[in-house]
Nanobody
């Protein structure tokens, strides 16, 4: 069955870094555009970063541009989100998302908390 399993979340101090991973299985990963979304308490889910199926192109939300980097390894069926210079506004549940034509899949989410 289709699975997207996020990992790497946790508690980090302001200014710190985290690297999220999302391991995919059950579908042809290399065909799918991959993205990271996040949802903070009381807020709507928002797109953070997206990467094309080949990894040739990426795009970021203005709020994370220059601080976050999305990447993928199609040999490992994994997408990553490197997060640097974290601040309290980055606190949220981070979700991995896969999309290809009419198909899309979500992970269960991983909590990121930025606090001193």
């Amino acid at each position: 069955q289709v699975q997207l399993v996020e990992s790497g979340g946790g508690l980090v101090q302001p200014g710190g870094s985290l690297r999220l991973s999302c391991a995919a299985s059950g579908f042809t990963f290399r065909n799918y555009a991959m993205s990271w979304y996040r949802q903070a308490p009381g807020k709507e889910r928002e797109l953070v970063a997206i990467i094309t199926s080949t990894g040739s192109s990426t795009n970021y939300a203005d709020s994370v541009e220059g601080r976050f980097t999305i990447s993928r390894d199609n040999a490992k069926n994994t997408v990553y989100l490197q997060m640097n210079s974290l601040n309290a506004e980055d606190t949220a549940v981070y979700y991995c998302h896969a999309a290809f034509r009419l198909y899309d899949h979500w992970g269960q989410g991983t909590q990121v908390t930025v606090s001193s």
